[in-house]
């Protein structure tokens, strides 16, 4: 079974700065592509940022596109969201997600573990 613990989420003013890990456990990490995903109070659950297997390919979303950067550590087995210039949109619950296969996906079907997410919160 997969586990993955996201931590590094809080309370931030709007133009700074977060960094979001994921630990990932129960399966070969270095194999699968991994995502983030977010949901805003009463809002569907969308797709941030996903990077492949070897780490090679990333994308983002339109809305954080040159504002935000995943990264993975393979050794390390997790990965990360480095959040700039944050803006009050971003505030929401992000979630980690572990992917079906080594393509950096962007739809949620493609991905089949989850975290438990962890709260962003952008003051205005």
């Known amino acids: 079974q997969v586990q993955l613990v996201e931590s590094g989420g809080g309370l931030v003013e709007a133009g700074g700065s977060l960094r979001l890990s994921c630990a990932a456990s129960?399966?070969?990490?270095?194999?699968?592509?991994m995502g983030w995903f977010r949901q805003a109070p009463g809002a569907e659950r969308e797709y941030v940022a996903a990077?492949?297997?070897?780490?090679?390919?990333?994308n983002y979303a339109d809305s954080v596109k040159g504002r935000f950067t995943i990264s993975r550590d393979n050794a390390k087995n997790t990965v990360y969201l480095q959040m700039n210039s944050l803006k009050s949109e971003d505030t929401a619950v992000y979630f980690c997600?572990?992917?079906?296969?080594?393509?950096?996906?962007?739809?949620?079907?493609?991905?089949?573990?989850w975290g438990q997410g962890t709260q962003v919160t952008v003051s205005s």
């Open positions: 997600a572990a992917g079906r296969t080594h393509i950096a996906y962007t739809t949620r079907r493609e991905y089949n573990y």
């Open positions: 129960g399966r070969t990490f270095s194999r699968y592509a």
């Open positions: 990077i492949s297997s070897s780490g090679v390919a990333t």
